[in-house]
C-alpha cells in the first residue's frame, strides 16, 4: 500500500525567500511521485513528477524536487517565493501507471497551504 | 489542446436525489480516474476506467457508479444522495507523459 505525509498543513514565507514543503511516502513497489498545486475553487495542477528518471525534478514556475529512496522523500522547493505562489500543494503517489494495467491510483498527503507575505 | 473539460462546475441537490457528472478527458487519452475532495478527508481516489474498462475503484459505497464510453468521456453517478457527499468531485485523464491532467472539478452541494 501506498501512503504520503506531507508534515504540517500550513507554511508562511516571506516574498523572495526559500520555500520548503516536505514530502515523505511510503510505497511497496518503486513509485511514482508528483507535485500539485491547487488554487482556490480551481482544479490541480501538475508541477512536477518523479518517474525514476533523474532524481532532482524540475518543474513550472520555478519549483524542483528531490527524489531521495533513502529517506523516502521527495520534498519541493523554490528558491525565491512570490506572491503568485500563495496556493494549496499536494504530493502524490502512484504505484503504476495506466497503460501498464497496473493499480494506477495516486494516493494524495493532506496537503499544505503556503501564504506569502508582503 | 484543450484541457480536461468537467461539466456542471456547479450543482445542488437534495437529500436522496440522484446525479451525474461528466468528464471530458484530453482528446486521445484512455484513461480517466475520479478523485472526491473534501475538507475532512482530502483527496480520496473514486474509480479509473481505461478504454471503457474499470480497472480500480475506490472504497466508496455502491451508490457510487462509473462508466465511460467509447469516445473516452465519462459519467461519475451518486445515487440516494447523503449530506456527506458534498464535494468536489475531480476528474483527471492521462497524458502517457506519466502525467495526470485533473479538470477544474464539479462543486456537489447536497443539502
Known amino acids: 500500500a501506498q501512503s504520503v505525509t506531507q508534515l504540517g498543513s500550513h507554511v508562511s514565507v516571506s516574498e523572495g525567500a526559500l520555500v520548503l514543503l516536505r514530502c515523505n511516502y511510503s510505497s511497496s513497489v518503486p513509485p511514482y511521485l508528483f507535485w500539485y498545486v491547487q488554487y482556490p475553487n480551481q482544479g490541480l495542477q501538475l508541477l512536477l513528477k518523479?518517474?525514476?528518471?533523474?532524481?532532482l525534478v524540475k518543474g513550472i514556475n520555478g519549483f524542483e524536487a528531490e527524489f531521495k529512496k533513502s529517506e523516502t522523500s521527495f520534498h519541493l522547493t523554490k528558491p525565491s517565493a512570490h506572491m503568485s505562489d500563495a496556493a494549496e500543494y499536494f504530493c502524490?503517489?502512484?504505484?503504476?501507471?495506466?497503460?501498464?494495467?497496473?493499480?494506477?491510483?495516486?494516493?494524495f498527503g493532506k496537503g499544505i497551504t503556503l501564504s506569502v507575505r508582503p | 489542446k484543450a484541457g480536461v473539460t468537467q461539466t456542471p462546475r456547479y450543482l445542488i441537490k437534495t437529500r436522496g436525489q440522484q446525479v451525474t457528472l461528466s468528464c471530458s478527458p484530453i482528446?486521445?487519452?484512455?484513461?480517466v480516474s475520479w478523485y472526491q475532495q473534501t475538507p475532512g478527508q482530502g483527496l480520496q481516489f473514486l474509480f479509473e476506467y481505461f478504454s471503457e474498462t474499470q480497472r480500480n475503484k475506490g472504497n466508496f459505497p455502491g451508490r457510487f457508479s462509473g462508466r465511460q464510453f467509447s469516445n473516452s468521456r465519462s459519467e461519475m453517478n451518486v445515487s440516494t444522495l447523503e449530506l456527506g457527499d458534498s464535494a468536489l468531485y475531480l476528474c483527471a485523464s492521462f497524458d502517457g507523459n506519466y502525467g495526470y491532467t485533473f479538470g477544474s472539478g464539479t462543486r456537489l452541494t447536497v443539502v
Open positions: 518523479y518517474t525514476s528518471a533523474a532524481t
Open positions: 502524490a503517489v502512484t504505484p503504476g501507471l495506466p497503460f501498464w494495467g497496473a493499480n494506477s491510483k495516486l494516493t
Open positions: 482528446s486521445g487519452h484512455r484513461s
